[in-house]
């Protein structure tokens, strides 16, 4: 598990008769070079102690989120951002439930609610409790906002049950961290340009033409990947968004910057063009606001088209071109003939007449065609964020594959 080295793993250690296995996956961790920093939830303290988990990691075991001794550093804070990853195992049904309502109850939860690291959850109950319609209910809202689930097993419960619910083996738990890990440093060679947001193009310096583009969806998709350990470069119209974390952030106006921007920051890997750019532009921008009776027309002409560009150079075409294609009829015709047109690999199509997944919501459902497969796949309705980890996986997947 050569992955692990150096990495740093804060392990949350719920109440359970499964939380002495998580002593050996310390061990585990240990072994392989990680810096490991453990808290244990009430609940944790009935079946091991902080001496135990101390002894092995060699380091402080935290177990109260006010701590007279440690809070005026704010543990939740500082240990929610010294981790690489922050790994629940076991975790228990009522610590998902937890989690899945954003409660903030002790350390472990509220250190979940102030972390933007990646999170896996190691789930260990009975049978019963796992199958139970609120728990999968639970669980399906961590899927929902990128939680990564492992296991649980089937086998043998301590209570003399058998079925789901049984917590992984903890050198199975570690593996799916060391891939975690490993596909993060694969997808390091890889560059990846992204595009955003709507454009402006000025007509005088009060009015512009434009569109209802939130850029939601390509900011998601440019921290994904660059939490998938992608080179990420964003090109953003005018939005109110958040620049991602540890992404190049270009923000530009018009869509003769963004075809500028986007040529000066080739070659990528795979660029992926989200922006609604404008398809036209006034023929001259007026130097002075145009009065309204003086307003009875303007001349108009088309603007590049980057992605179409982009997708025909022959020495600057990324290796994978993604295209994004919002329709309001007839989705799936007039997607593939934009991937025909634009000689895209991928169009990723959505219907923006749909009020639930339109401009300016929080969710989306999309549908990917490819060039080289007849076969449509559907991403079904989801948070965009989630809309953006299965677009990034699928990503990485085809890179990889492509050598």
């Not at 609940?43 to 990691?57: E, K, N, R, V, Y």
Request: glycine share 4%; net charge positive.
């Amino acid at each position: 598990m050569k992955n692990l080295k150096n990495k740093k793993i804060l392990l949350v250690i719920c109440g359970g008769i499964a939380a002495y296995k998580s002593l050996e996956l310390i061990r585990i961790f240990k072994r392989n070079k990680c810096q490991v920093k453990t808290i244990l939830t009430e609940g944790a303290l009935q079946f091991i102690t902080p001496l135990s988990a101390s002894s092995l990691s060699g380091d402080k075991v935290y177990t109260d989120l006010f701590d007279f001794k440690s809070e005026s550093e704010m543990d939740h804070i500082s240990l929610s951002r010294w981790a690489d990853i922050i790994l629940f195992a076991p975790i228990t049904a009522n610590k998902i439930a937890q989690l899945s309502n954003g409660l903030a109850q002790d350390l472990a939860t509220t250190v979940a609610l102030a972390s933007d690291k990646e999170i896996f959850i190691a789930p260990a109950m009975n049978v019963r409790m796992w199958e139970n319609l609120i728990t999968k209910s639970n669980l399906n809202k961590l899927i929902n906002i990128n939680y990564n689930i492992i296991g649980p097993d089937i086998g043998e419960m301590a209570c003399g049950e058998y079925g789901s619910g049984k917590f992984s083996d903890p050198f199975e738990i570690a593996n799916v961290i060391n891939n975690y890990f490993n596909n993060l440093n694969e997808n390091k060679k890889y560059k990846a340009l992204v595009t955003a947001g709507p454009t402006r193009e000025y007509i005088d310096p009060v009015r512009f033409i434009s569109n209802r583009s939130s850029g939601k969806q390509g900011y998601a998709i440019a921290e994904e990947l660059q939490k998938h350990g992608f080179h990420t470069t964003l090109i953003s119209g005018p939005t109110k968004l958040k620049s991602p974390n540890g992404v190049k952030m270009i923000n530009i106006d018009s869509a003769d910057e963004m075809f500028i921007k986007t040529l000066e920051n080739l070659p990528v890997d795979v660029a992926i063009f989200t922006a609604a750019v404008a398809d036209f532009k006034a023929k001259e921008i007026e130097k002075n606001k145009i009065k309204k009776e003086k307003f009875e027309k303007f001349e108009i002409e088309r603007n590049k088209d980057i992605l179409g560009y982009t997708s025909k150079h022959n020495k600057l075409r990324p290796k994978l071109v993604i295209g994004f294609a919002a329709e309001t009829n007839n989705l799936e015709e007039n997607s593939r003939k934009k991937l025909d047109e634009k000689n895209c690999d991928w169009i990723v199509a959505n219907d923006v007449s749909n009020k639930k997944i339109g401009f300016d919501t929080e969710y989306n459902e999309v549908k990917i065609l490819q060039k080289d497969k007849k076969d449509i796949e559907n991403i079904s309705f989801n948070t965009k964020e989630m809309i953006a980890k299965r677009l990034v996986e699928k990503i990485s997947n085809k890179l990889k594959a492509n050598g």
